[in-house]
């Protein structure tokens, strides 16, 4: 990776790209620092540490979140927003053709794709401004001025963010907005890493120490090898061309294959499971209902703690490590959606009907339907591959929270997201420097 940036400086425009990046992204962090007038920052940061359902959120908005800064929202109404508009083009049949009709449509989508970011933001916008300041949390009070002033300050906040995340599309390395996801999720590491030194290294003993040292070392980098492997990781389907004449001449013949990832769905389930898991915790505590245990609690709030996963895998007695049954919901939920997304987002049939008309066909299977059987039972088991690895990804930093109190922000899933964007961004400046490197040769 350094090799390949240490010669990617050497060329000039991919060096221009480099540093446009980099200023962006220093304007990013700068933006997550400042506070949203008439916000009372360090009481926020102190009521969110009690708010264990908000981790994962704030992990993605790069603290900005727990700081309540005028990019508190972040870029997650825009990731939510490509999603939703993901799904509808399966759904509706004039968003397919759209997305079919090559950079016109795409460019559509993404106009379409940018409105309800907007909307997106308002509406959680005015959603936090409103909860926030029916519980007293706002200096100013919920006068409707200063609820406005807040409510255009995140609005603002998260539209300009986009904005940035397109600019580095166009003129910066590409992957804009993943790589203002990442650069979020990098910026709470040092922090984390410096808890899990705090506690488990510098008050033990010399021997405990370094064994605990070990312990994490091995723990982030087993896991960063386990994504590596599990986002490189594909079936290739081997598709053979038969031969067919055009003209006078005989074309076809050739072989290629037909690439199904293991991790088909990518990060997507987890993100799902856990929204899901924590919907609920965060609409009670806006309305002021906690997650709590023992006789006191009523059953609203077990439920609710079920849901929570600073809950889980707690084995200090039965009475705490039964709320770990919301790890087997969770579980099921990101084998769930492992499948479903998939699904939605490749069809065998439309796979198969492509094959066909291109005189394709799998070696010792028949065009059509067996074709389509034949993709549909090896997707199906590839997925289930895929599922258990995201399933053993996110798990992991759950145990080791709830047995061991390691609580981090960055989890499973935000590894998942940092060691996919590394890699893709690394293949997005390889691919420049080919293209640069054939340009050069043929202008010499």
């Keep these: 990776m350094f090799k390949t940036l240490r010669n990617a400086f050497k060329i000039k425009d991919i060096r221009q790209k480099l540093i446009y990046t980099f200023i962006a992204l220093v304007i990013v962090r700068l933006g997550c620092q400042l506070p949203i007038p008439g916000v009372n920052r360090e009481y926020f940061a102190s009521w969110f540490e009690q ?37 509808l083009t399966i759904a509706i049949p004039k968003l397919e053709e759209m997305q079919k009709d090559g950079e016109d449509g795409r460019k559509k989508i993404a106009e379409y794709t940018r409105y309800v970011t907007v909307a997106l933001a308002l509406i959680e916008s005015v959603a936090m401004a409103v909860g926030f300041g029916n519980q007293g949390l706002l200096e100013g009070g919920s006068s409707f001025t200063n609820v406005a002033v807040i409510v255009v300050s995140l609005t603002a906040g998260s539209a300009v963010l986009m904005w940035i995340g397109e600019q580095i599309t166009q003129n910066g390395i590409g992957n804009g907005i993943s790589i203002v996801l990442l650069i979020n999720i990098i910026s709470r590491i040092p922090s984390d890493l410096m808890g899990l030194y705090n506690k488990f290294v510098a008050s033990a003993t010399v021997v405990n120490a370094i064994l605990a040292s070990v312990i994490i070392l091995a723990v982030i980098l087993g896991m960063v090898v386990f994504i590596i492997i599990l986002q490189n990781g594909e079936r290739r389907i081997h598709v053979q061309y038969a031969k067919k004449v055009q003209g006078r001449k005989m074309v076809g013949g050739q072989s ?7 991790n088909t769905a990518g990060v997507i389930p987890v993100i799902f ?26 059953l609203i709030q077990k439920l609710l703690k079920v849901c929570n996963q600073g809950s889980w895998c707690t084995f200090t007695s039965f009475s705490e490590f039964k709320y770990t049954l919301g790890l087997v919901v969770y579980i099921a939920l990101v084998i769930f959606f492992a499948y479903f997304y998939t699904s939605i987002t490749f069809n065998p049939i439309e796979v198969s009907n492509n094959m066909k008309k291109q005189g394709g066909f799998i070696p010792g299977i028949r065009p059509g339907k067996p074709t389509t059987d034949y993709l549909t039972k090896v997707l199906n088991n590839i997925i289930f591959i895929g599922a258990v690895g995201l399933t053993i990804i996110a798990v992991v930093p759950i145990f080791f929270s709830g047995a061991f109190d390691a609580s981090v922000s960055f989890s499973g899933t935000s590894l998942i997201i940092i060691v996919g964007v590394v890699l893709e961004t690394m293949k997005q400046i390889e691919s420049m420097m080919l293209v640069r490197h054939y340009k050069g040769f043929l202008n010499d």
């Design 51 to 87: 708010q264990t359902a908000l981790n994962f959120f704030d992990a993605m908005t790069g603290g900005s979140f727990t700081t309540m800064s005028i990019f508190a929202l972040n870029i997650t109404p825009y990731i939510t927003s490509s999603i939703i508009m993901q799904l």
């Design 256 to 262: 290629s294959h037909i690439p199904l990832k293991v």
């Design 273 to 298: 499971a856990s929204s899901l898991m924590s919907f609920p915790i965060v609409i009670a505590q806006f309305m002021g209902v906690t997650p709590a245990s023992g006789s006191g609690a009523t």
